[in-house]
C-alpha cells in the first residue's frame, strides 16, 4: 500500500512562491490494482505521481510507501555523455544486480530497440529514444507498483504496441499508477481512478466513476 497524508505542493517561481497545485490530498491507493489519475491540464497530476515515486517531495504532509514503487516509467536522470549501455549498467549496480548484470543489460538492450545506438551518447539520443531506454530501464526490475506518465503514447506506432504489452503483462504481477490524457487507454489499464481537481484529489472505486466526475466539471 501507498500512504498519501496530508500532501501540499508548491514550487518556487522567479516572482516568489507560486500557487498551491496540491492542497491537503489523502489517499491510500492499494498495493496491487491498475489506477489513472484525471484531471485537466495543470491539475498536478504529472506533480503527484512524481511525489510517489519520490522524485519530488511535498511541501507539507508525508508519503508512505509500503511496498517497491518504481520511478515515473519514461523519466529518471540519463547522463549524456554516458552511453545507454553504460547508464544502463550503473542502473543495475545501484539497484544490486550485479549477479545478473548481463542478463538485465540484455534485455534493456532488446527491449529499447536503440541497436547500434545503445552504444553511443545518450546526449545524442532524441526524446523517444530516451523514453525508449528509461521505460526499458524501469521494466528491468521487479516492483510491486509501477508509476508512469504518458508512457504509452511514447515512440512509433509498432513500439507503442509492445509497450501496451508490457503493461497488460505487468498488471497480472505489479499494481500501476498512470497519467494518461486519452480516455481509452485510461479505460483499458485502470481499473480506479483518481480525479485531482482545485489541488484536491478525490478517490474513484471505478475508472469510469473517476471520468464521468472529470467530464461533469469541466464548463460547458
Known sequence: MIVVNDIHKRYKTEHGVGRWVLQGVSLNIPRKLNVGLIGANGAGKSTLLRLIGGVDHPSKGWIERRCRVSWPMGEGGLEGTLSGRQNAKFVCRVHGHQADLADRLAFVEDFSELREAFDEPVSTYSTGMRSRLQFALSLAFDFDVYISDEVTAAGDAAFRKKT????????????????????????EFCQSGIWIHAGKAYWFDAIDDALKAYKEAIPQ
Open 164 to 187: 501496451a504489452t508490457a503493461f497488460k503483462e505487468m498488471a497480472d504481477r505489479a499494481g500501476l499508477i498512470m497519467v494518461a490524457h486519452d480516455e481509452g487507454t485510461l479505460k
